[in-house]
C-alpha cells in the first residue's frame, strides 16, 4: 500500500518528469504550428507604424475584471511565491526575487476567489453558458486545483503534509500535461495576438 511519502516521493519524481517531458513536447509543438504558418506578406503601402499601435492594444484590453485579477494572481503564485523559484531554480538554473509569503497568501486567496466568480458568471449568464464547452469546465478545472491544494498545503489543512504536498504537485502536473492541447495555450498566444492585431490595424493606419 502506497504511504503519503511514497505517493509525494512519485510525483517529484517520474510524475513531475513525465509531465515537463510532455508540456515542453506539447508547446513545441503548438510554436510550431503558429509560427509555421507564417504571416502573408502585405504588399500595400504602409499608411501607419506597428509597433506603437500593437503595443496599445496590448495595453487597451488589459481590463481589471474577475478574470483578469485571477489570471494576475496565478502568475504571481506561480512566479513569485520563493518555494516556486527554488525549484525553477534547480529544475532550470535561473532564479529571481520572491515576494513574502504572507502577501503571496493573500494573492492566492483573491486567486481562488477570482476563479469562483468566474465560474458563477459562467454559470449564471445565460450567453456564457449556451457557448461553454466541456473543455471550458475542464480547464477551469485544473488551473482552480493548483490554487486550491497549493493554499491548503501551505496552511497544513491536509494532513499529514506529504500527502497535502503530493496533491499540489500532482494537481500542477495534470495543468502542464493539459495546458499544450486546450485554449490555456493563450498564456503564451494571448499577448502575441493581441499585438498582432494591433500592428496589423496600425499599418493600416486604423485603430484597434
Same mark, same amino acid.
Given at each position: 500500500?502506497?504511504?503519503?511519502?511514497?505517493?509525494?516521493?512519485?510525483?517529484?519524481?517520474?510524475?513531475?518528469?513525465?509531465?515537463?517531458?510532455?508540456?515542453?513536447?506539447?508547446?513545441?509543438? =503548438?510554436?510550431? #504550428?503558429?509560427? !509555421?504558418?507564417?504571416?502573408?506578406?502585405?504588399?500595400?503601402?504602409? =499608411?501607419?507604424? #506597428? /509597433?506603437?499601435?500593437?503595443?496599445?492594444?496590448?495595453?487597451?484590453?488589459?481590463?481589471?475584471?474577475?478574470?483578469?485579477?485571477? *489570471?494576475?494572481?496565478?502568475?504571481?503564485?506561480?512566479?513569485?511565491?520563493?518555494? *516556486?523559484? #527554488?525549484?525553477?531554480?534547480?529544475?532550470?538554473?535561473?532564479?529571481?526575487?520572491?515576494?513574502?509569503?504572507?502577501?503571496?497568501? $493573500?494573492?492566492?486567496?483573491?486567486?481562488?476567489?477570482?476563479?469562483? !466568480? /468566474?465560474? %458563477?458568471? &459562467?454559470? @449564471? *449568464?445565460?450567453?456564457? &453558458?449556451?457557448?461553454? @464547452?466541456? +473543455?471550458?469546465?475542464?480547464?477551469?478545472?485544473?488551473?482552480?486545483?493548483?490554487?486550491?491544494?497549493?493554499?491548503?498545503?501551505? *496552511? &497544513?489543512? %491536509?494532513?499529514?503534509?506529504?500527502?497535502?504536498?503530493?496533491?499540489?504537485?500532482?494537481?500542477? #502536473?495534470?495543468?502542464?500535461?493539459?495546458?499544450?492541447?486546450?485554449?490555456?495555450?493563450?498564456?503564451?498566444? !494571448?499577448?502575441? !495576438? =493581441?499585438?498582432?492585431?494591433? $500592428?496589423?490595424?496600425? &499599418?493600416?493606419?486604423? +485603430?484597434?
Amino acid at each position: 500500500m502506497m504511504t503519503p511519502m511514497d505517493f509525494l516521493l512519485l510525483t517529484k519524481g517520474p510524475l513531475f518528469s513525465l509531465a515537463i517531458a510532455i508540456f515542453a513536447l506539447g508547446i513545441l509543438i =503548438r510554436l510550431f #504550428e503558429i509560427f !509555421a504558418l507564417g504571416r502573408a506578406h502585405n504588399y500595400a503601402a504602409a =499608411r501607419g507604424n #506597428e /509597433v506603437i499601435p500593437g503595443l496599445k492594444t496590448m495595453y487597451r484590453r488589459f481590463n481589471p475584471d474577475p478574470g483578469t485579477l485571477w *489570471h494576475v494572481g496565478f502568475v504571481i503564485a506561480l512566479l513569485l511565491f520563493i518555494p *516556486h523559484i #527554488e525549484l525553477i531554480k534547480s529544475t532550470l538554473g535561473v532564479s529571481w526575487p520572491g515576494l513574502p509569503n504572507p502577501v503571496v497568501d $493573500a494573492v492566492t486567496a483573491i486567486t481562488l476567489l477570482g476563479l469562483v !466568480a /468566474v465560474l %458563477i458568471h &459562467r454559470l @449564471t *449568464h445565460p450567453v456564457k &453558458r449556451f457557448l461553454s @464547452t466541456p +473543455q471550458d469546465y475542464l480547464i477551469w478545472t485544473v488551473t482552480f486545483l493548483p490554487v486550491l491544494t497549493g493554499y491548503l498545503a501551505y *496552511h &497544513r489543512l %491536509i494532513n499529514p503534509y506529504p500527502l497535502a504536498l503530493g496533491l499540489h504537485i500532482f494537481t500542477v #502536473e495534470i495543468f502542464l500535461i493539459v495546458l499544450p492541447f486546450t485554449k490555456l495555450t493563450h498564456i503564451f498566444t !494571448a499577448f502575441v !495576438a =493581441r499585438y498582432y492585431n494591433g $500592428a496589423i490595424f496600425g &499599418r493600416k493606419g486604423i +485603430q484597434s
